[in-house]
Nanobody, 119 residues
Framework: QVQLVESGGGLVQAGGSLRLSCAAPGSVFSIRTMGWYRQAPGKQRELVALITSGGNINYADSVKGRFTISRNNVRNTLALQMSSLKPEDTAVYYC?????????????WGQGTQVTGSS
């Protein structure tokens, strides 16, 4: 079973920066898409940023210009550089990956890492 490992969360002052990382173990499946999602207490999980194996990137409007998603296809790692953090960014952030072979496709989630932007 695939297990994504996240790191980099923490508590920062508003306006500060954090870098989240996610590592996927090697497998026989290729990683089609990797992304970051977040979930605040009492709210539904929402997409923050997504990047495909071909390099196409989508950001939520709320983070455009502040967050940067990147991936290393050789190391199977994903990163989210977060700048100008706001209290509204406070949430648990989850790494997601979509795996595919010729015959099947599935997704997996990291355990989540807490990000808190203090005012």
């Amino acid at each position: 079973q695939v297990q994504l490992v996240e790191s980099g969360g923490g508590l920062v002052q508003a306006g500060g920066s954090l870098r989240l990382s996610c590592a996927a173990p090697g497998s026989v499946f290729s990683i089609r898409t990797m992304g970051w999602y977040r979930q605040a207490p009492g709210k539904q999980r929402e997409l923050v940023a997504l990047i495909t194996s071909g390099g196409n990137i989508n950001y939520a409007d709320s983070v455009k210009g502040r967050f940067t998603i990147s991936r290393n296809n050789v190391r199977n790692t994903l990163a989210l550089q977060m700048s100008s953090l706001k209290p509204e960014d406070t949430a648990v952030y989850y790494c997601n990956a979509v795996f595919a072979s010729d015959y099947t496709e599935f997704q997996d989630w990291g355990q989540g890492t807490q990000v808190t932007g203090s005012s």
